[in-house]
């Protein structure tokens, strides 16, 4: 509609939405702005925002791709601490929230000490991701990861210590405590995951997904890296994808991020699975990954959501349109997306994105649902001067982090005016940790 009133309880849910106005002795706050639903970030490393933009000077003539900037990644997960860590989530996640990101899934794998033993609280580093969640008013999924190798049949680097999970039992240990540090806020769920084919003995991906929690989203890194498909080809015969497709009875719990490296095979009968696919376009045009299918992968019915990973890039409308014109580049074609091309990305962003939360349900703006929603400027100069048809396109392709008016969760201003409700606390806090890390 046009115009609506929301109404939301105590709670931040919506008990009320009409074009017609409530009750004349309810207070109504009236804002000039064109509100979408929040979005999700279906994958994060919150402790790589402390690296973000320092890996980008380059030898003369020396290679350099995913696996060197990994050297710089292990640097920086040796160096922080876990008031460290609190504070780096904390800022990442205030700025997630800043950019209309409403619930982020942590793909946590920072597990123990830095000397590679486990913390006396064996969740200590999730449950200061959590921490981090409440302070920034973010919604968030906890996905503790099982990291147990440093390649196909290859023992963990010592630069890996504090991943590492030996076993399947171990990695359960960890998944127990982690699950006792999410009912620690109310806004915390629970998912679980193995790193990689590459990082887990692959019969103990077997088995964690087949002991592990029914009903929880299940998330894997699949296929990001051509060294990733040769080396998993000469180790078990088969590439990422295909193994897991064959190995695995790969549904809609699955939540493969990347999968940057599929042929025909592996593409379609991914679509047909009911998977998603959780693409980070910024991160991955930042690594020299690769560029995932999409457009043929739209096609068959393919699902998909979005996340930031290394938070090299976090604005959700570029990661739209890089995704987007990364196809045209490379079809020569503009329709990646048949039909309202802005309607097709939202809804399906934020549709799947539940999905791989671990919300049950995929209506956002609707009666028993909390209001989480991204608010723009509807006065500014081109959407003031748009009919509706082409309003929602002008913002996706057009707009930027200027013409927001703020992040509403739970039918409160987190983020209003670009000013975070708790940001006189995070920001000094993140400045603490920076001058204590020395890396930048």
């Known amino acids: 509609m046009e115009s609506a009133y929301v109404g939301v309880d105590a709670q931040g849910v919506i008990q009320y939405i009409n074009a017609v106005p409530p009750d004349s002795s309810i207070a109504v706050e ?72 409403t619930h982020v899934a942590e793909f946590h794998y920072l597990h123990h000490d830095q000397d590679g033993k486990p913390y006396a609280q064996l969740a200590e580093m999730g449950q200061r991701m959590v921490a981090a969640a409440k302070q920034a008013g973010i919604k ?19 630069r890996q210590r504090r991943f590492i999970s030996r076993t399947v039992d171990d990695y359960f240990n960890l998944l127990d405590a982690s699950s006792a540090a999410v009912k620690e806020y109310q806004d915390a769920r629970l998912g679980f995951s193995v790193h990689s084919l590459r990082a887990v003995e692959l019969q103990d991906i077997l088995t964690t997904y087949q002991q592990g929690p029914k009903g929880l989203p299940f998330h894997l890194h699949v296929s990001e890296q051509m060294k990733e498909v040769s080396d998993c080809l000469a180790y078990c015969n088969k590439r990422p994808m295909q193994w897991l497709l064959d190995n695995l009875a790969v549904n809609e719990r699955f939540n493969l991020v990347h999968s940057t490296h599929l042929n025909d095979d592996e593409l379609t ?33 393919g699902k998909w959501c979005i996340g930031t990973d290394s938070h090299i890039g976090l604005n959700p409308l570029e990661e739209f349109r890089m995704m987007d014109y990364r196809q045209r580049l490379v079809t020569h074609q503009r329709n990646t997306f048949e039909g309202n091309a802005a309607s097709y990305l939202v809804n399906e962003a934020t549709s799947a994105g539940r999905k791989a939360m671990g919300v049950a349900s995929e209506n956002h703006f609707g009666i028993g649902q909390p209001l989480d929603a991204v608010v723009y400027q509807s006065g500014s100069h081109l959407l003031a001067n748009t009919s509706a048809s082409h309003r929602l396109a002008t913002l996706i392709y057009t707009g930027d982090t200027s013409r927001m008016v703020g992040t509403l969760i739970n039918g409160q201003w987190v983020v209003k005016d670009q000013h975070h409700q708790s940001g006189h606390t995070i920001k000094p806090a993140f400045a603490k940790a920076i001058r204590e890390i020395k890396n930048r």
Not at 149 to 158: E, R
Request: glycine share 10%.
């Open 30 to 101: 009236v804002i000039q702005g064109l509100a979408l639903p929040g979005f999700q970030n279906a994958h994060s490393h919150a402790f790589q925002y402390a690296m973000a933009g320092l890996a980008e000077t380059h030898a003369v003539g020396v290679a350099d791709d995913f696996w060197s900037w990994r050297e710089a990644m292990y640097h920086c997960a040796l160096a922080v601490d876990p008031d460290q860590a609190q504070a780096i989530a904390a800022m990442v996640y205030a700025e997630m929230v800043r950019v209309g990101y």
């Open 140 to 158: 968030i999924t906890l996905i503790p990861v099982f990291y147990q190798k440093g390649g196909f049949g290859l023992d963990p680097q010592p």
């Open 269 to 301: 009968r991914l679509a047909k699975s009911s998977a998603c696919v959780v693409l980070c376009p910024s991160t991955e045009g930042n690594l020299g990954d690769g560029i995932f299918r999409m457009k043929e992968y739209v096609k068959l019915g």
